[in-house]
């Protein structure tokens, strides 16, 4: 896949997980990487293992996708030889609770709304006009399998991701006629910080949602995401749907006693 070799490719929320796992794929590949997240300090510590992987260049931002403000302000400040942005994946995401939407948080509502929806959002408008005005580019966006069914306690989240998709497929449109592309990778368990995250760091819990079955690893997802932008110019991967083999929907688990 050498027609990567020097790309820059923005990823957000790259510091751990899907993102990072990301980084690692497209440094093989041999791309200049734009890396952003909260956690500055964890981004810089992956240089090191990125480089000798065979990343061109890096490149670190701490970056809020919720901050409206600081991500327009950020992307306008970027030195001039990483203001190119050829690939923009929008990784950053996460999901809070597993309560019934009478009983949530409202707090958590909120922050799975400003980061998978808004911030999604903020970090495209800044992002996209270039890559038109440029005349190439290929934004990625991270869906979901919670995006095409809703379960139990995750109705709000699997509404960020329901919105992802329909954002994913009207931009889609909205840039028919230029040669910039439009992919949603949408995949179901990944074995990650995800659920630990969502259960405000309660490990032993997230220990239990992969408890007898085989989920996705980030580096499968990453892999998905190399390849849908490795396509030929003319081709535009619209969607990928992925699961592992113990998993057929949001609902539906194979899990071995």
């Known amino acids: 896949m050498g027609n990567l070799k020097g790309k820059i490719v923005f990823i957000t929320g790259a510091s751990a997980g899907i993102g990072q796992a990301t980084a690692r794929a497209f440094a093989r590949e041999g791309a200049r990487l734009l890396l952003a997240a909260r956690r500055l300090e964890r981004l810089e510590n992956m240089k090191p293992e990125l480089l000798e992987a065979g990343a061109d260049a890096i490149y670190t931002l701490a970056l809020d996708v919720r901050n409206r403000e600081q991500v327009e302000q950020q992307i306008r400040s970027l030195p001039e030889e990483w203001q190119p942005i050829d690939v923009l994946i929008n990784n950053a995401g996460l999901s809070r609770g597993l309560d019934k939407v009478y009983e949530a948080k409202v707090e958590d509502w909120e922050e799975m709304i400003d980061t998978n929806v808004k911030g999604m959002l903020y970090v495209t408008r800044a992002v996209v006009p270039g890559m038109v005005a440029r005349g190439r580019g290929h934004i990625v966006n991270l869906g979901s399998t919670a995006g095409e069914m809703t379960y139990p306690g995750g109705s ?11 954002i994913n497929d009207g931009l889609r449109q909205d840039l028919l006629g ?80």
């Open 178 to 257: 230029t040669p910039v592309r439009v992919t949603s990778i949408d995949p179901g368990m990944v074995e990650t910080e995800f659920s630990e995250v969502r259960f405000h760091g309660d490990k032993e819990r997230a220990a239990k949602v992969y408890q007898g079955l085989t989920p996705l690893t980030p580096a499968d997802v990453a892999d998905a995401i190399v390849w849908a932008v490795s396509r030929p110019a003319h081709v535009n991967i619209a969607r990928v749907l992925m699961t592992s083999i113990d998993q057929a929907n949001s609902l539906l688990f194979h899990r071995k006693a």
């Open 156 to 166: 709000v989240y699997c509404g960020t991701k329901a919105a992802e998709r329909a």
